[in-house]
């Protein structure tokens, strides 16, 4: 279901599908890992499998060309739009996960504060799964697909987004129990 949903979206950009699609394995194998550290974790393994891989699936949308992505949108609302893909294919969970994993998760006082080009409200990772994906996905960037984002640089960019922004992600690595190993 997950790869024919990439498909179906992606298929007529090769480039930003590979992209997203290797990102994508990167942040579901470290969600797993994760999950495995934590048996005593009630989380759905299937859900986490299927919601890490479709996490991105707005970003066609958005312009970013360095990624291949040729869309009229802001690169900030690929998770809303993601999240608006979802729930028309009858995914309303995963729906869910697109739309809470951006950044250490957005408040709706940063959209007000930033002018954020996203409707108002607030997306904060709230499940265990919702979290977990949230925090894996920070580690991969899909500007470079394959190297992986040291913590202590993931939170110096946190820092663009405020205080708040730094808060959380210190509250996600220390729940997620993973030690920094740059």
Same mark, same amino acid.
């Given at each position: 279901?997950? $790869?024919?949903? &990439?498909?179906?979206?992606?298929?007529?950009?090769?480039?930003?599908?590979?992209?997203?699609?290797?990102? !994508?394995?990167?942040?579901?194998?470290?969600?797993?890992?994760?999950?495995?550290?934590?048996?005593? #974790?009630?989380?759905?393994?299937?859900?986490?499998?299927?919601?890490?891989?479709?996490?991105?699936?707005?970003?066609?949308?958005?312009?970013?060309?360095?990624?291949?992505?040729?869309? @009229?949108?802001? $690169? &900030?609302?690929?998770?809303?739009?993601?999240?608006? &893909?979802?729930?028309?294919?009858?995914?309303?969970?995963?729906?869910?996960?697109?739309?809470?994993? @951006?950044?250490?998760?957005? @408040?709706?006082?940063?959209?007000?504060?930033?002018?954020?080009? &996203?409707?108002?409200?607030?997306?904060?990772?709230? @499940?265990?799964?919702?979290?977990?994906?949230?925090?894996?996905?920070?580690? $991969? !960037?899909?500007?470079?697909?394959?190297?992986?984002?040291?913590?202590?640089?993931?939170?110096?960019?946190?820092?663009?987004?405020?205080?708040?922004?730094?808060?959380? #992600?210190?509250?996600?690595?220390?729940?997620?129990?993973?030690?920094?190993?740059?």
């Amino acid at each position: 279901m997950v $790869y024919e949903l &990439i498909d179906k979206y992606y298929n007529d950009n090769p480039a930003l599908k590979e992209i997203l699609v290797r990102h !994508s394995e990167q942040v579901r194998e470290r969600a797993l890992k994760i999950v495995d550290m934590h048996p005593e #974790w009630d989380v759905d393994r299937q859900f986490i499998k299927e919601a890490a891989m479709l996490h991105d699936i707005g970003i066609y949308l958005c312009e970013a060309p360095k990624i291949h992505c040729n869309g @009229t949108h802001k $690169y &900030i609302e690929h998770g809303y739009l993601g999240a608006e &893909i979802l729930r028309r294919e009858g995914l309303p969970k995963h729906a869910l996960v697109a739309e809470r994993h @951006t950044g250490s998760g957005i @408040t709706m006082d940063q959209v007000l504060r930033e002018d954020l080009p &996203i409707p108002l409200a607030d997306y904060l990772p709230i @499940t265990m799964e919702e979290k977990i994906i949230c925090y894996a996905d920070k580690f $991969y !960037s899909k500007g470079h697909v394959g190297e992986e984002v040291a913590n202590s640089k993931i939170r110096e960019n946190m820092w663009k987004y405020g205080h708040d922004a730094v808060v959380r #992600w210190d509250a996600l690595v220390e729940l997620m129990g993973e030690a920094d190993r740059h």
